[in-house]
């Protein structure tokens, strides 16, 4: 398994409250991304990175900011949850320095986020 | 922009009986097919790849899937399903140089006994 982790692993927050999520590898791969998971959609690209201080939108990306300011750490956050946030939420990485196959994405091993 | 639907949200299935998966892509260049298989309470794994070559590709627990160019496809098949392949399967498409992948909305298997 690749070397990702997420934390919380389950966090219950109320409207209105800031919330961090963090994703951590172990792999110095240099894209990282964040999706959203809820039923009938699929996954939804929230942001992605493909460096450090290098940080673009995804389709989702009203609501949510990132961060990256070191290789290992990308950091979802949430500046004023709201119910419609409610979702499980996944790191994913890829390199890209390794040719076609650097597509591939490699996820961690969710989050799953309750606001009430 | 590239789009990706799977045709069947829900595929109930008897144990030891084939299952195909289908997955259309709209893309107006030549893209990178996947598809990823996500057991209950985990995250997603790599089920197979298309980046080039041979368009029938194969996964080391049965599964195949062939790229179909004139009908912008990628269907997974496998001939004789387990209990333990019950989960859902997600095909994903990214562009050259684009480093994004777009998911389709998942198709849940279910396999009985």
């Known amino acids: 398994d690749a070397g990702i982790t997420q934390s919380p692993r389950h966090k219950v927050t109320e409207t209105g409250t800031p919330v961090t999520l963090r994703c951590h590898q172990t792999e110095n791969h240099r894209y990282m991304y964040w999706y959203r998971q809820d039923p009938g959609h699929g996954l939804r690209l929230i942001h992605y990175s493909y460096g450090v201080k290098d940080t673009d939108k995804g389709e ?37 320095r390794t040719g076609p196959s650097s597509y591939e994405q490699y996820f961690g091993p969710g989050t799953r986020l309750t606001v009430t | 922009a ?3 639907t799977q045709l069947d949200s829900q595929v109930p299935v008897f144990e030891e009986a084939p299952v195909e998966l289908r ?91």
């Open chain 2, 23 to 113: 997955c259309n892509y709209s893309s107006s260049v030549s893209v990178y097919l996947f598809w990823y298989v996500q057991y209950p309470n985990q995250g997603l794994q790599l089920l197979l790849k298309y980046l080039s070559g041979s368009t029938l590709v194969e996964s080391i627990n049965g599964f195949e899937a062939e790229f179909n160019k004139s009908q912008t496809s990628f269907h997974l098949r496998k001939p004789s399903v387990h209990i333990s392949d019950t989960a859902e399967y997600f095909c994903a498409v990214s562009l050259p140089r684009d480093y994004k992948l777009s998911f389709g909305a998942g198709t849940t298997v279910t396999v009985r006994a």
């Open chain 1, 60 to 96: 989702v990306s009203d609501g949510y900011s990132v961060s990256r300011s070191k290789t290992e750490d990308f950091l979802l956050t949430l500046e004023s949850a709201t119910s419609s946030q409610t979702s499980v939420y996944f790191c994913a990485i890829s390199d890209s």
């Open chain 2, 2 to 4: 590239q789009s990706v």
